[in-house]
């Protein structure tokens, strides 16, 4: 299948490790011009390096904050300005604490919508424009597997990632007409860092090295395995492509069938 994606600008937030380098890389593979995102510059550079190794595609890195306004229209500009209007953005950030209800004070709360839904609306707002502008877009928001089933101890990503699924969906309708799609991409367990951290805090819970409590974690997803980056970026991809004309305004998990709702 032809993605069409081909030197078409796309920009990925949050970038330099886990979902977001695995999603850069895969548009990477479609040649796309491929603007990374990330606070780390030191995991961009070796993100670029990995990626250029892997596809031969050099795609180039902006260093900023997802919490700052400033540094997420820095990078939408830098990107028009060195490969043309942005055709894709993938929404992507790193999930707040974990914690129950009582762990977290107002600041606490207020540093969570920043990071994971006022940051989205930012990038949303800063690519529109361009879009509008083509007549075309595409929009993919990452977010978890708990807008559908939610995940104890994480109350603050619960809270913010629905928050992002209304926001989606009332934007389909809204941008559709301009041929923009937007949709989520929510994946389950996926083998990153930060699946790593919080399955660590369980682990010590329960009196478990972290490779045994995935090894019992891994028993309840049909698929028997944790997902990898790929297999997450390469419906990501999809859903960022020409080749995708009908699909807006959806939820779609990457889970291994772990998730039981429908």
Known sequence: MNLGLENKPV???????????????EFAKEKAKVMLFD??????????????????????????DMTRKQDIEN????????FGSIYALFNNTGGPPAGTFGTFDDQAWQDAFELTLLSYVRSIRAVLP?????????????????????IDNLILSNAFRTG???????????????????????????????VNHLDSLKAEKEGMSLKQFQQK??????????????D??????????EANTYITGQNILVDGGLVQAY
Do not use: D
Request: charged residues 20%.
């Open 11 to 25: 920009l990925v937030m949050a970038s330099g490790s886990g979902i977001g380098q695995g999603v850069a890389l």
């Open 39 to 64: 606070k780390s510059e030191e995991s961009l550079k070796e993100a670029s390096s990995k990626i250029f190794a892997l596809t031969q595609n050099q795609v180039q890195y902006t260093v900023g």
């Open 75 to 82: 990078v939408v500009t830098r990107t028009n300005e060195v």
């Open 130 to 150: 361009v879009m509008r502008k083509a007549g075309a877009g595409r929009i993919l928001n990452n977010t978890s597997s708990s807008t559908k089933r939610v």
């Open 164 to 194: 992002i699924m209304g926001m989606t969906k009332t934007l389909s309708r809204e941008l559709g007409p301009e041929h923009i799609l937007i949709n989520i991409v929510g994946p389950g367990k996926i083998a990153t860092e930060r």
């Open 217 to 230: 974690n891994a028993k309840t997803i049909p698929l028997g395995r944790y997902g990898s980056t790929e």
């Open 232 to 241: 997450i970026a390469r419906i990501a991809v999809f859903l960022c492509s």
